[in-house]
Structures are given as structure tokens and as C-alpha cells.
């Protein structure tokens, strides 16, 4: 198969578009997408110093990764790895990872704490891709396994169906706020 947007041959298979991506075009789409959750709903500019929660999954040595480099051109802003007092944190976590934090907080009956996550419309197997390609060590993140069994159940039924479990997750949340 070729690459939808530049003819070259296929590297990955994204199912929820049915297309297929090149290496070097789906770089650019991971970072576009980190690029658009910066700017359209993680930060509204006025934060100087944020901080990336230091653990070594995909989601986060994606962000550390890319971070650096998109950040202060974005922002002008300090951004730190681990925790720091003062700092906004961003917990950087998967589709599946977010996903199975939202049904969690349904499941047991606790509030869904929206957190600073960039890669939160990234699913796992993207950003293990991503790694793979810019040679970046990570470890495999281990998720809560009957949510994920689920969702994974849900998304093979209806592609792009953790898609629209996060977008309406955030319209709720952009109103109730």
C-alpha cells in the first residue's frame, strides 16, 4: 500500500482513517497532533514553567522528546522533566491510557481529574511506532486490563471509537467548566 498523502510506500496502517502512512508522514502527524493539543486545549499561554511527569512509557519519552523542541518556540516557556513545585504537570498518556482513566473514575464512582496530557489523542501503538522510528527507549505501560479489554473490544467493532470517547469527554468537561 502507498502513503495517502505522498505516494511513498506505506509504513503503518491507521484504521480509524482506513489509509496508510509513510515514516516520514506519520512523524509529522504525531507532532501536528502533540502540536494542535498544545494550542487548542492544554495551555492558554499564560503558563511559564511546566513540568513532565518522569516515568519512561511511550506517551512520555514521546513528549520528552518532542517537547523541548516545540516548546519555548510556542511558548517561551521552561519545561522541566519530574515533578516540580509551582509547575503545571503534564501526565502524558496514551488514548487507551486516558480512555481507561475516564471509565475507570465511571466504574468506581470517583471524579475524572482532567490533566495536561499532549498525547492524549495518540494511541499506544502510534506512539510505540513514533519511538521505534526516532530510536527512542521506552517501556511498555500497563493498563487496568478488563477496561482496556473493553475498549480495545469497542474499538475493533467501531474504529475511531476511543476518538469519540475523548472528544466527548472534553466537550463535557469544557462545559461543566
Known sequence: MRCRNC??????????LKEHLCKKCFVRM????????????LLSGDE??????????????????YLPKVFGEMYGS?????????????????????????????????????VLNPTMNLPQRELEEYCKIKDLRFERQLLDSDVLAFLRELEDARPGAMFGTIKAVNNLDNRLC
Do not use: Q, W
Open 7 to 16: 505516494g511513498r510506500k506505506g509504513y503503518i496502517h491507521l484504521p480509524y
Open 30 to 41: 504525531v507532532e501536528r497532533r502533540i502540536r494542535l493539543n498544545l494550542r487548542k486545549s
Open 48 to 65: 511559564d514553567r511546566v513540568s513532565i511527569v518522569d516515568n519512561n512509557n511511550a506517551a512520555t519519552v514521546v513528549c520528552k522528546h
Open 78 to 114: 521552561k519545561l522541566m522533566v519530574g515533578k516540580r513545585r509551582g509547575y503545571k504537570l503534564f501526565a502524558c498518556r496514551s488514548l487507551e491510557g486516558e480512555c481507561v482513566s475516564f471509565f475507570r473514575s465511571i466504574l468506581l464512582n470517583k471524579p475524572y481529574k482532567r
